[in-house]
């Protein structure tokens, strides 16, 4: 019976931060070494970082990664160890994955699939390796081999599929299968995405099963360079069977999932397959081997280990909990600013964002303890005198609400209770007496004075600018990072001001439908996530109509007044533009959906919303970076592109409006 005990690594990587890069690596060896691993598996593109972008083209990048590699070399005596890194050879740049056997470097293995659609422009600067030879590679004056290498080591064979290779249809792990490889290795840069890990989790146990082999996946981990968020959890899988899960969403720079696999056992089933017909390598150029002893270990019955918020019934609601509070301290942390301020409104919107922030220290004090939680922010004055999380929350996040003859007591009264009761600095201003300084100065301007018949959306559009100066003056006075609050379904019909409400460096829920947000604060209202509780206070949030506030109390503005029904709107929204139907056909659908309403309304929506979506382009060109979050995101910088000038889809209008006329005279 022959044992080895491999290690799946997460590591929250910074691009170009070559320091902490390396010390995370370097950490992360320690720690599998420590736990009795003899192979590790480190994450795709971990020594830059994956997330640079032009910046892979640099020269000067390539040598340092390099460099990289060799500080990391000393590290690996007596172990194996994979690491990513791009490679810059024959005129080409690769995503490459380095074997490390021993202090000596076995070769590299190219990605062969590059991701190029969503988020991902890895074509953009790597080339896809599609050569059946091995080519050499001169570092330092050695020579070392490159191609779709299958590394010999001590007798236990290893291939590698990186990230995108396993999620294509023509794999490298069949081939690989073939080869009567016994582990295959996955490093990986796999963003996060709502019920994503079940589908991870499916690809590792169908590979290993199918394959008959184990399989080891890393991932990145943490918002590693501003917009994507990874998830870590690590997988480790043989013969269909999940033997360890690592923890997912962690606070920690670096996590390892360790587990210990029978190569007898594996060998033995793939044996069985009746889908396995051995291609006898011998001595093949692909094949390297390399002398390594891998030490006798006693076996071990290690079980998935994932946390108990993954069974939970309300997953998605867990899971963006987590998501943009790890989103937010990553990005705190690296860009080094001092706290977050948020112009809170007291409606669903701003008390969401305020929300997660207390999300972000409850849950990262609970996972890493109070002095590990400082520590990490430690560029923040004062903040390791602080006692206890609400003293933290105190410290790093001010909410301003900033009221006008418009704002209602009951938004008021909402926006104090809850800075109250998590703990922020709350302040105030009034800044009606400017609104009407503009208001009467641009009056005078034009010779006339401005009324809500024929100056509402101006009327209104002033009194959310208006709020951005103030509240950008303490984000600057307190070296703070001021928080935008606009959500998705704003950002599909252009319901909002730019320059007013759109104003902050990030936008952390930009990419989440009105919906669910207010689905998930009922959800904080009454259960929130373990470990943190609930916030009861937002009962005072939750049980408002969604209003902007910006016409006289009289007119009784709502949200879905002046637009439509949120739930339609957002359904409207996937259909649209996730799934690209077309107005005719989408008014079909929305009559099966939506039978309560009536033809006429149902096609005055739709056409609603494809004019306000044409016309408002540009200002989601303008959004302040936002989490990717799910496969139905927005942001033209990352995943939906449209053109900023358009058609505005006239044509496909007034055919809607033809079939409708139709239906109405039958």
Request: contains cysteine.
């Amino acid at each position: 019976m022959q044992l080895i005990q491999v290690a799946a690594v997460a590591l929250n990587q910074t691009p170009l931060d070559w320091a902490g890069n390396t010390e995370n690596i370097q950490a992360a060896i320690s720690t599998a070494r420590d736990q009795g691993a003899s192979l590790i598996c480190l994450p795709e593109l971990c020594i830059t970082g994956y997330g640079c972008e032009d910046a892979f083209f640099s020269p000067d990048v390539q040598r340092r990664a390099l460099h990289a590699l060799q500080e990391i070399l000393p590290l690996t005596e007596g172990i194996i160890v994979s690491v990513g890194l791009p490679l810059f050879h024959g005129g080409g740049l690769y995503n490459c994955a380095c074997l490390i056997a021993n202090q000596q470097i076995q070769g590299f293995v190219a990605k062969n699939h590059l991701a190029g659609d969503g988020i991902h422009y890895e074509p953009r600067w790597f080339k896809a390796w599609n050569s059946p030879h091995v080519s050499q590679v001169e570092i330092e004056g050695q020579s070392y081999p490159l191609g779709n290498l299958i590394f010999d080591c001590g007798g236990i064979r290893i291939g590698f599929e990186i990230c995108e290779d396993a999620w294509a249809a023509r794999r490298p792990g069949r081939d690989l299968s073939q080869a009567a490889v016994d582990l295959i290795l996955n490093p990986s840069a796999s963003h996060f995405a709502f019920d994503k890990q079940e589908i991870r989790r499916r690809l590792v146990l169908e590979s290993s099963r199918a394959y008959g082999v184990s399989y080891i996946y890393s991932n990145l981990l943490g918002n590693e360079a501003g917009r994507i968020i990874y998830d870590g959890a690590a997988l480790i899988a043989s013969n269909g069977s999940l033997l360890a899960e690592g923890p997912r969403l962690s606070f920690q720079d670096v996590v390892v999932t360790s587990a210990v696999i029978d190569i007898d056992l594996t060998r033995m089933n793939r044996a069985r397959l009746m889908s396995f017909q051995p291609d006898q390598l011998g001595q093949s150029e692909s094949r390297i081997v390399a002398l390594f002893r891998f030490p006798k270990i006693d076996p071990q019955f290690g079980t998935r280990s994932a946390e108990t918020w993954e069974d939970s019934k309300a997953i998605k609601s867990e899971e963006f909990s987590r998501a943009v509070a790890l989103g937010l301290f990553d990005y705190l942390r690296k860009s080094r600013a001092q706290g977050f301020v948020i112009s809170l409104s007291g409606g669903a919107d701003s008390s969401a964002v305020a929300t997660l922030v207390w999300l972000l220290v409850n849950l990262g004090v609970a996972e890493l303890g109070l002095q590990t939680f400082q520590s990490k922010l430690s560029h923040i004055p004062e903040l390791s005198q602080q006692k206890t999380a609400a003293d933290l929350v105190a410290r790093l996040l001010t909410c301003v609400y900033q009221s006008t003859r418009n704002s209602s007591e009951t938004t008021e009264q909402s926006a104090a209770k809850l800075a109250a009761a998590i703990g922020a600095d709350y302040r105030k201003l009034d800044v009606d007496a400017i609104v009407e300084g503009y208001v009467e100065l641009v009056s005078n301007a034009l010779g006339r004075e401005l009324n809500w018949n024929s100056d509402d959306i101006a009327l209104q559009n002033i009194q959310a600018r208006v709020r951005a100066p103030g509240v950008w003056m303490i984000a600057n006075i307190r070296n703070a990072l001021l928080l935008a609050t606009s959500n998705r379904s704003e950002a599909a019909v252009g319901y909002t001001t730019m320059d007013g409400d759109t104003c902050g460096g990030l936008s952390p829920i930009s990419g989440i439908d009105k919906a669910f947000l207010r689905q998930w604060l009922l959800w904080m209202e009454k259960s929130g996530p373990p470990g943190t509780g609930n916030l009861p206070v937002l009962q005072l949030v939750n049980q408002q109509e969604p209003t902007a506030e910006l016409r006289p109390q009289a007119s009784h503005q709502t949200d879905e007044t002046d637009l439509m029904p949120y739930k339609l709107l957002d359904w409207i929204e996937r259909a649209a533009i996730r799934d690209k139907h077309g107005p005719v056909d989408l008014y079909r659908l929305a009559q099966v959906r939506f039978p309560a309403y009536q033809s006429t309304q149902v096609s005055a929506w739709i056409i609603r919303f494809f004019q306000l979506w044409s016309r408002n382009q540009w200002k989601r060109e303008r959004y302040a970076p936002s989490f990717h979050l799910d496969d139905e995101n927005l942001d033209p910088k990352t995943w939906c592109r449209f053109p900023i000038l358009s058609g505005s889809y006239q044509r496909e209008l007034e055919e809607l409006r033809a079939l409708v006329d139709e239906e109405s005279t039958n």
